[in-house]
């Protein structure tokens, strides 16, 4: 079945650094895109980023965009988020996220936050 299991969250200071990993497993990894969503107290879940498939085409959500990076490695079925230049609005629960054959899967999900 499909699995998707997130890491790498934890606190930062303002300015600070973290990467999220995603590992995925239950499908044919280079055939899907991969996202990554968040969501803070009180708001709504949101994408954050998303990697295309085949291709390796990305998009960010524009408050992140400059700061946040994905990337995929194909031989280890990982998704990963680097996220820079971090902001007390960043603190959020991270997702994992894939769409196989129409249906949704998520990973647990990584808390992530700033504050200094």
């Known amino acids: 079945q499909v699995q998707l299991v997130e890491s790498g969250g934890g606190a930062a200071q303002p300015g600070g650094s973290l990467r999220l990993s995603c590992a995925a497993s239950?499908?044919?990894?280079?055939?899907?895109?991969m996202s990554w969503y968040r969501q803070a107290p009180g708001k709504e879940r949101e994408l954050v980023a998303l990697?295309?498939?085949?291709?390796?085409?990305?998009n960010y959500a524009d408050s992140v965009k400059g700061r946040f990076t994905i990337s995929k490695d194909y031989a280890k079925n990982m998704v990963y988020l680097v996220m820079d230049s971090l902001k007390p609005e960043d603190t959020a629960v991270y997702y994992c996220?894939?769409?196989?054959?129409?249906?949704?899967?998520w990973g647990q999900g990584t808390q992530v936050t700033v504050s200094s």
């Open positions: 996220y894939v769409k196989v054959r129409g249906y949704d899967y």
């Open positions: 990697i295309g498939s085949p291709g390796s085409s990305k």
């Open positions: 239950g499908f044919i990894f280079s055939l899907y895109d």
